[in-house]
Every structure is written in C-alpha cells, then in structure tokens.
T-cell receptor, first 111, second 113 residues
Framework: AQSVAQPEDQVNVAEGNPLTVKCTYS??????LFWYVQYPNRGLQFLLK??????LVKGSYGFEAEFNKSQTSFHLKKPSALVSDSALYFC?????????FGSGTKLNVKP | NAGVTQTPKFQVLKTGQSMTLQCAQD?????MSWYRQDPGMGLRLIHY???????DQGEVPNGYNVSRSTTEDFPLRLLSAAPSQTSVYFC????????????FGPGTRLLVL
C-alpha cells in the first residue's frame, strides 16, 4: 500500500530559528515528491517538488527540501523561520498519476 | 485567469439527499482531481481524470461519481449523502499528472446531517 507519513502533528519554533518538517514515504517505483502549504480556510498552495537530479530542492518563500532515497524521506527545511510561516504543511507523492498526501504538520512560529 | 473555482462554498445536506459539487478551471489543464480533507487524515484522493472522457478511482471513491465531458469542468456527485461524507472537498488541476504542480480550488465545506 502506498503511504506518506508526517510523524509530527505540530512543530513549534521561534522566529529566526531553523525549522524542519519531516516526511517519509512508502510507494513503489520512483515517485514525484511535493510540499504544499495551507493557510486557514484556504486551498493548498505549492511550495516545491522533487522530480529528479539534485537532492536539495529550493522552493517558494525560502523553503527547501532534501530528498533521501535510501531513507525514503523528503524533509522540508528553512534556515530562518518567520511568524508568517505559521500554517499547515502537507507532504505528497505522485505515483502513476495518483497523489497521496500525508496527514499534515501544523507549524507554529512564535515571535 | 480565475484558476480553479469551486461551488458552492458551503452546503448542508440531509442524509440520503443528492448533490453535485462543481469544479472548473480555465488553464486548459488535462489533469483534474477531487480530494476530501478530514482532520488528522490529510487529503485523500476520491477520483481523478487525465483528460476529457477519462476518469479513474482514487483512494476513497465509494459514494462518489464523476464525469469529464469537457476539459474545463469536473463535477463530483454524491448520489445519496451520508454523515460520513461530512468533509471539506478540494478540486485541483494540472497540465498533466505526474510531475506537474497541482493548483487547488478554495474548497467546499459539506455538512451531512
């Protein structure tokens, strides 16, 4: 069965500190990997994706993610968090045209 | 570009009623999909379409029907609503499936009593 795991329901970080939101996946083949962000009462917005090539992917708003094939992980990172980064973050994989999402991680950035 | 639009924004149904959630996009995207979002479960794929006339089931298709007669529209039908279908529904589209970025609509909040 295909699955995406986000082991932390919530991540708390102080403004200016680095942040990491974790994601691991279990799918067959070589999936495409995505991160999306959701602000309250809004749809999801694309942050970044890994298709192939360099394992470190840079995306919107200063976010980046590191693909690790051996650990089947795709952790989201940012060197310096902002209060405005507070939102719900989803990891997703696309495998043969079907998307599978993690359960989401709520990021709280405190001033 | 309006992007991906969904109507209605909010709907209350009684058990057994039917309704159609509308989704439209003006980006000439071939791939469209429907998800439901439930607390603690993330988004789960209901149905998807890789082009007009082609649809397929996702992870949780039971209780939902779809059709794709045009590139622009991808309605989701609930034939006989159940309380378990209370959820927030999102439509999304992309140029194709696979590696392409999906664009999401604002969502429809559905309450089934």
């Amino acid at each position: 069965a295909q699955s995406v795991a986000q082991p932390e329901d919530q991540v708390n970080v102080a403004e200016g500190n680095p942040l990491t939101v974790k994601c691991t996946y279990s799918v067959s083949g070589n999936p495409y990997l995505f991160w999306y962000v959701q602000y309250p009462n809004r749809g999801l917005q694309f942050l970044l994706k890994y298709i192939t090539g360099d394992n470190l992917v840079k995306g919107s708003y200063g976010f980046e993610a590191e693909f690790n094939k051996s650990q089947t992980s795709f952790h989201l990172k940012k060197p310096s968090a902002l209060v405005s980064d507070s939102a719900l973050y989803f990891c997703a994989v696309n495998n043969f045209n079907k998307f599978y999402f993690g359960s989401g991680t709520k990021l709280n950035v405190k001033p | 570009n309006a992007g991906v639009t969904q109507t209605p924004k909010f709907q209350v149904l009684k058990t057994g009623q039917s309704m159609t959630l509308q989704c439209a996009q003006d980006m000439n995207h071939e791939y469209m999909s429907w998800y439901r979002q439930d607390p603690g479960m993330g988004l789960r794929l209901i149905h998807y379409s890789v082009g007009a006339g082609i649809t397929d089931q996702g992870e949780v298709p039971n209780g939902y029907n779809v059709s794709r007669s045009t590139t622009e529209d991808f309605p989701l039908r609930l034939l006989s609503a159940a309380p378990s279908q209370t959820s927030v529904y999102f439509c999304a589209s992309s140029y194709s499936g696979g590696e392409e970025t999906q664009y999401f609509g604002p969502g429809t909040r559905l309450l089934v009593l």
